[in-house]
């Protein structure tokens, strides 16, 4: 039997609310197995806990490696911008530029992200198997239960490789086990899809009224299946949306759970969204840097953490905003410009979203974006100070276009002058996100709101586009203007979809809006032949279909020399 050396200490029992526990002493064993180490029932969860605990860190790190900038940055929704003299270019414009290489370090980090997600999580699979699960009081159904758990969140990982690179070294065991070569992307395609089917016989199924905590239930793997087949042209060359049809029908008629869409757009993302109906997992927020915190630093400044949220001393990068829908002389882009992006000017303006974010206390809240002129809740004006600006000691004041509109009269004599790159921003550049809402410091809301993985609206509108791509065009409208309809006030939609505008365009705006800053722009953007083929505010399409996948690491293949380069990234 594999001996462990396993500490079990305060950073580890931080996710052992997995379990509800909250002995945070520091408990030390040495060279133990699991036969003896696992005396409790909260012994075998924490053990459980190990990967989520990466999980959470891989989606929503702030430091930007994690799957969300690998998904959104290269895509025509966000952007690094330059905001005078910081933010000046390197890695994160050449993301952007879709200019990566082979040694751009925030692409090739998912690499490590994937792997070590897949490796933590068959060691405790190994560790499961040999537990006393009799002494603890687990049954058998718990074990196999518990390992369907753990091998459809080695199916998540290995979805995200595959998505990302291509085909992935698939192992099934940590022991003994020699460095294996990339499997084809088929065949890693199958392994994801038996990893998957035989969890959905296994896993528990939800009720409605549970609580999400971290117990993943079977409608989670059933969403996961249907990404694999929704995804399968880009993926392996196949079309599977039939499969996905019947998997999404399935779901929705409850055979997997039960789940209900949320007759308010913020129930999803809310501060008690662990209870919506609507969300089939999510990551529960939690203290000890795992809370969900809506990667605030990257979005705001820091007087706007103070003035605005009321959160002391956190700090923040100011970096990302939404890529602009006008030019700097007030002109909007139009389709002529470019098809995609431009996100906040095809929202519609009675759009429930398309409001300027507002805590009201006591966990309510209006608006998902920041946009105009920024007031703190007393109605004074939050002002810029500190930040070397133009703009400091004015009020805060977000546009939906990217110009240096202050050096008009001196470095540009008009605004049709001024250029829009995104070298050429300011202090004030661009609408910014709030999918998750805040609450200040000392409010028994803050960072109560959990990372939404997925939600019954990804199922439907899934559904939408197998039916719109099998020419049921009035079928695919009507599933979308089902969902569209919570997003106005007296649920009158200004602009529904119908046979008569819903064409492909329209169909990845619907996606792009419904699930703005979710982490799947650019999956959308492949599976309709658009993320190389077309243009966007200052991107031009490459037409290079080999940046449709990400490079290997340079390490990961000196690591082990059995993997190869994927093609056009010759190391």
Not at 113 to 125: D, P, R
Not at 308 to 314: D, E, S, T, Y
Request: glycine share 8%; net charge negative; charged share 25%.
């Amino acid at each position: 039997m594999r001996k462990l050396i396993i500490k079990l200490s305060v950073a580890m029992a931080g996710i052992a609310a997995f379990a509800g526990c909250t002995d945070l002493d520091p408990v030390w064993y040495s060279q133990v197995t699991p036969e003896t180490f696992f005396q409790t029932k909260n012994d075998i969860y924490s053990a459980m806990g190990r990967p989520f605990t990466h999980l959470i860190a891989s989606e929503m790190r702030g430091d930007g490696v994690g799957f969300w900038f690998m998904q959104e940055l290269t895509a025509d929704h966000f952007a690094v911008i330059q905001k005078e003299q910081k933010w000046t270019g390197g890695d994160w414009f050449r993301i952007q530029d879709h200019d990566w290489g082979t040694v751009n370090p925030y692409i090739n980090n998912g690499w490590g992200l994937v792997t070590t997600g897949v490796a933590l999580t068959l060691e405790v699979i190994e560790d499961l198997k040999a537990a006393d699960y009799e002494k603890v009081g687990f049954t058998e159904e718990d074990r196999a239960q518990h390992i369907a758990q753990m091998k459809t969140l080695i199916a998540y990982f290995y979805l995200r490789g595959l998505d990302f690179y291509g085909g992935m070294p698939i192992y099934e065991g940590t022991a003994g086990v020699d460095p294996q070569p990339r499997s084809s992307a088929k065949d890693t395609w199958l392994h994801i899809e038996s990893l998957l089917k035989e969890s959905l016989q296994l896993l528990p199924l939800k009720t409605a009224g549970t609580e999400i905590d971290y117990t993943i239930y079977r409608a989670t793997a059933a969403v996961l299946l249907a990404r694999l087949y929704f995804n399968a042209e880009v993926y392996v060359g196949e079309d599977h949306y039939a499969e996905c049809e019947i998997l999404c029908r399935e779901i929705m008629e409850g055979k997997y759970g039960t789940y209900s869409l949320a007759a308010d757009w913020k129930d999803p993302f809310c501060f008690n969204n662990l209870n919506c109906s609507e969300n089939i997992w999510v990551l529960p927020s939690a203290y000890n840097r795992l809370q969900n915190n809506s990667w605030l630093a990257w979005f705001y400044q820091p007087n706007m953490l103070d003035q605005f949220f009321g959160l002391k001393g956190a700090g923040t990068m100011n970096g990302i905003t939404i890529m602009p829908s006008v030019k700097p002389n007030g002109d909007e882009y139009t389709d002529a410009d470019f098809r995609l992006g431009r996100v906040f000017s095809k929202m519609e303006d009675t759009d429930l979203r398309k409001v300027c974010y507002k805590y009201e206390g006591n966990g309510e809240y209006e608006g998902m974006l920041f946009f105009g002129p920024i007031y703190a809740p007393d109605g004074s004006p939050v002002i810029v100070s500190g930040q070397n600006s133009v703009h400091d000691g004015h009020q805060l004041e977000f546009v939906d276009y990217v110009g240096r509109t202050s050096l008009i009269g001196s470095t540009y004599p008009t605004a049709d002058d001024v250029p829009s790159t995104k070298y050429d921003g300011e202090e004030n550049t661009g609408v910014r996100l709030i999918k998750y809402p805040v609450a200040p410091d000392d409010d028994p809301y803050q960072w109560t709101a959990g990372f939404v993985m997925a939600r019954l609206t990804e199922v439907q509108y899934m559904l939408a586009e197998c039916k719109w791509r099998d020419g049921d065009i009035d079928g695919a409208a009507d599933l979308i203007n089902d969902v569209r309809k919570r997003n106005f006030p007296g649920q009158v939609d200004p602009d529904p979809c119908d046979a008569s505008n819903l064409d492909e365009w329209r169909m990845l705006d619907e996606w792009g809006i419904e699930f703005l800053g979710e982490g799947r722009r650019r999956t959308d953007l492949l599976r309709w032949n658009k993320f190389v083929e077309e243009d966007w505010w200052d991107h031009t399409a490459t037409g290079n279909a080999n940046l449709k996948l990400f490079p290997i690491p340079n390490d990961a293949i000196s690591g082990n020399p059995l993997i190869e380069p994927n093609p056009g990234y010759g190391q």
